[in-house]
């Protein structure tokens, strides 16, 4: 199996029985639509779609570690990627929003910023608040700079 096969049978577990926020709506839906704008964006290289298929994988899963993914076969590259798409506690509080895309930014990870930016653009696509519409917007201007 490719990573990306590895990565769609590891998401679509990780994400069993979880929703978005209409409560209807499959959290694996949103995972496949950040793939899939990755790839029509970027190019459907299977790092990149491996990666995009992950990255919630960590917030979602709070119990899963970087050895589960290595150990069911995936790369360091991809794991890596997902790890700084983990938006988590960085010192004693969770870090704000803008502070974690600048860290990401900064991390210079073209993977994981790319698939940043397919979630920014998908969570835009998925009828937004108006701050979460500002929000998504700010993130894709740091991103994308």
């Known amino acids: 199996m490719n990573q990306q096969e590895i990565a769609y049978e590891l ?3 990780a994400h069993e029985g979880e929703f978005r926020r209409d409560g209807i709506t499959a959290y694996f839906n949103h995972v496949l639509d950040v793939a899939r704008i990755a790839g029509d964006r970027f190019g459907f290289d299977d790092e990149l779609i491996a990666t995009a298929l ?3 994988f960590f ?3 709070p119990s899963k570690t970087t050895s ?3 150990n069911a076969g995936i790369s360091a590259k991809i794991v890596e990627a997902v790890v700084l798409l983990t938006h988590i506690k960085r010192g004693k509080s969770k870090e704000s929003y803008q502070d974690y895309i600048t860290f990401l930014k900064n991390s210079n990870n ?9 979630d920014n653009l998908a969570n835009l696509a998925d009828s937004p608040t108006d701050k979460q ?3 998504y917007a700010k993130s894709l201007q ?3 700079s």
Request: aromatic share 0%.
């Open 59 to 61: 917030e979602e899963n």
């Open 68 to 70: 589960d993914l290595l």
């Open 11 to 13: 998401a679509k577990k």
């Open 110 to 118: 073209q993977l994981a910023i790319k698939v940043k930016i397919a």
């Open 54 to 56: 992950l990255h919630d």
């Open 133 to 135: 519409i500002l929000k």
């Open 142 to 144: 740091i991103l994308m």
